[in-house]
């Protein structure tokens, strides 16, 4: 412990620690701004160079720590480092034992004492499976994805970690790209929301709670602009579509507090993200004021070699460091390189003071020096993980994120009694594809299956059919899902099934590991053999309901043409079956909101509400070919942006506007009348847009600026109103800042991105 307390000296004008690491003093002595920067500087004065590079390196978990010291090779080489006082951060370690031993040897052992943080990706709830990230998005509802956020903070916060590398706010609008179901979808509005929903839910209002972690933005930036929707590809994206698109979510998760950053694999304007200046230093630490740390992503610093930007590691390291990106995660190429460039003047060692300082920091927010093991109680972890209370808020999240597509004859909601039910399709009564991709916490066949969740309703006569399988092969967490591209021989006893079923309710769709990272596609249909399977069902009955469970937007235009019920049930987490079977049988009435365009077919991809006008959207001549369009497509989604169905009816009526124009300081008071003239009761997202029609930079047909959740009973009506002012018609302009441009501008109230009324408002300077 004589490491520990060589700092506790240091510091002892402002806290003393003692060898429990108890504070000693009210919690107000050290949590104002100076106190904390003089305990900061008071740390990074005791450090020696390479002791403040060691906080600028993280490590992926190496070993079984409760095995052997590691004797030989890299393992060995880490564990040296970790002793040495050169490791900052650990990744992937999980489990309040593992992270003690490790967490000891850091306070206990080094020179200085200085406490590791442990990150892990915690991106939809860590033991307890929340929806996808994106099928929370089609939630709209931020108390919800707050508290989402929140159960997985407290969940992952009990096993000893206290860093989670999400969210991700990356602005994404192809569907071919795997991660798009790691994120918000398309829309930078809604997406801001999010983001401050989520990071607030992850940090909430102290980081010394042990019920919190810290939330990272990511990825930094432009990452889901990758070309042909290929992971990891080349992103070429202009200045208008970085500052007006991809930004703003970034901004907000900043303005809501987040107090990491991630940069991304791909390159921006030729320099790869993890050795961009412009965006490391000019953007975020700069203009935007940053003030906590950027890790990279895993190796992207030694990466920027096979980019062709560096010629090998010390390179890299020295581009990456000089641009602005803190903490190196799996690369060494800090721990080995830095020192020797520092002592060439390749890099200037108020650099390595700066990030180790941004660390050390975040480090005292998190109350690690205060008591380094905070996170690691045994008896909190056991009361913790997997506690009733978590079980009922991921159930509530994923009722809420369904979303109705299609419901000709009312086929929905099912009967309770009286009805022979057929349920068909291997993901049915698959209980570990619905916990979906970066859930590496859990554990498999954890989920709720729709089988299972079916079976609950015990007043129909049920039957389950696979049908075929979907996935085969291997399907850990590291690899390919093996799709069953030929394997027909369940169809003759699911067709035989469904023949004489009074309703057959078909479970198909992707397998939990087909989207997520690494994982584009080009076929955006229902994949190997299950097209085939549905349209063999619907020939002998076609009183179908399609339930979809995928992490993307998928083209089934067959489906939406044929099938009458279509029913979007994402990969919902562990309560997924409960989820689906609450809202086929009506004890929930969906209310989700896509937040991604479904495209009609791959070819439209990338595909967008949010589109320009261009200088021929449609030629006056019926017979011309010479305007924007496809021969052998429609240019207009299968389902647009903010589309979702209910149960019930709501009609939009009465669009008012309070006055015509406005300037400056004021605003215009924009209301419709919401009535629900259906038979049930039922939740609404009503949903602004504007256009501005001339700017100075082409603005997109429709920008999403407002919306709000309005519960109505059968023959209820509410007036809705939104304020428009000047910070909402705010961009960034041809003078390249942020600015509300005056003239003319439409304004739309609707339920989706495609169905709205509209109105005419003006915006004059004085």
Sequence with gaps: MRKLQTVSFVLSAVAVLSCSHKITQPKAAFVTKNNLDTR????????????KIGQLNQYNGFWEITGPTPKD???????????????GSMLNVKGVKDVRALQKIAVEETRLGIPLIFGFDVIHGYKTISPIPLAEAASWDMAEIKKSAAVAAEEAAS????WTFAPMVDIARDARWGRVMEGAGEDPFLGSQIAVARVTGFQGDDLTKRNTILACAKHFAGYAFAESGRDYNTVDVGESTLQNIIFPPFKAALDAGVRTFMNSFNELNGVPATGNKYLQRTILKGDWKFDGFIVSDWGSINEMIAHGHAKDSKQAAEIAINAGSDMDMESSAYVEHLATLVKEGKVKE???????RRILKVKFELGLFDNPYLYCDENYEKETVGKPAFHEAVLDMAKKSIVLLKNEKELLPLKKSGQKIVL????????????GSWRIGADDNTAVSLLEGMKKYTGNALTYVKGADVAVGRTEFVWETKINMT??????EAIAAAKNADVVVLSLGEHGLQSGEGRSRTD???????QELLEEVYKVNPNVVLVLNNGRPLAIPWADAHVPAIVEGWQLGTESGNAIAQVLYGDYNPSGKLPMTFPRNVGQLPLYYNYKSTGRPMMNEPESVFWSHYQDEKNTPLYPFGYGLSYTKFDYSNLELNQSSFSNDGKIEVSVTLKNSGKYAGKEVVQLYIHDIFASITRPVKELKGFEMVELQPNESKKVTFVIDKKTIEFYTANSKWEAEAGDFKVFVGGSSAKTLEADFQYQKN
């Design 424 to 435: 068909i399709g291997a993901l049915a009564n698959d209980k570990t594809s619905p916990l």
């Design 73 to 87: 090779g890299q393992a060995a080489k880490k564990y040296a480092d970790l002793k040495n006082g050169l490791v």
């Design 487 to 492: 394997d027909k021989s369940g169809f003759a």
């Design 524 to 530: 955006l249909g229902l994949p190997g053999v299950q």
């Design 40 to 51: 900061v500087d008071s740390v990074l004065k005791l450090m020696t160079l390479d002791e």
């Design 159 to 162: 096993v000893g970690l206290n």
């Design 350 to 356: 108020a650099l390595i003071d700066d990030a180790a």
